[in-house]
């Protein structure tokens, strides 16, 4: 079964920036999409950003386009989130997830595991 850990999270000010990992843990990996999502105290968990596994496909939330970038590397079964220019309004505990199939990608039913979730906070 795979599992996923995030790690990376934590305080910053407003104006910083922030990486987050996401390491799959088994031996075999096989995830089509790879996306994040986070989730504010008091709000719904949201979509952030997503990718193909293989390449190829991005995709990423208007509130964070042109700020946050996705990538990973095959080699650790690692995906990463690059977060810069981090706002107040970026807090929030933000977990990484794996889709087997083909499915919106937008959409966090869509997924078929998810990791335990890292804490962000950005300070003003």
């Known amino acids: 079964q795979v599992q996923l850990v995030e790690s990376g999270g934590g305080l910053v000010q407003a104006g910083g920036s922030l990486s987050l990992s996401c390491a799959a843990t088994a031996r075999t990996f096989s995830s089509n999409f790879m996306g994040w999502f986070r989730q504010a105290p008091g709000k719904e968990r949201e979509f952030v950003a997503a990718m193909r596994w293989s390449g190829g496909f991005t995709l990423y939330a208007d509130s964070v386009k042109g700020r946050f970038t996705i990538s990973r590397d095959n080699a650790k079964n690692t995906m990463y989130l690059q977060m810069n220019s981090l706002k107040p309004e970026d807090t929030a505990v933000y977990c990484c997830?794996?889709?087997?199939?083909?499915?919106?990608?937008?959409?966090?039913?869509?997924?078929?595991?998810w990791g335990q979730g890292t804490q962000v906070t950005v300070s003003s």
């Open positions: 997830a794996g889709l087997r199939g083909i499915a919106p990608v937008t959409l966090a039913g869509s997924y078929d595991y």
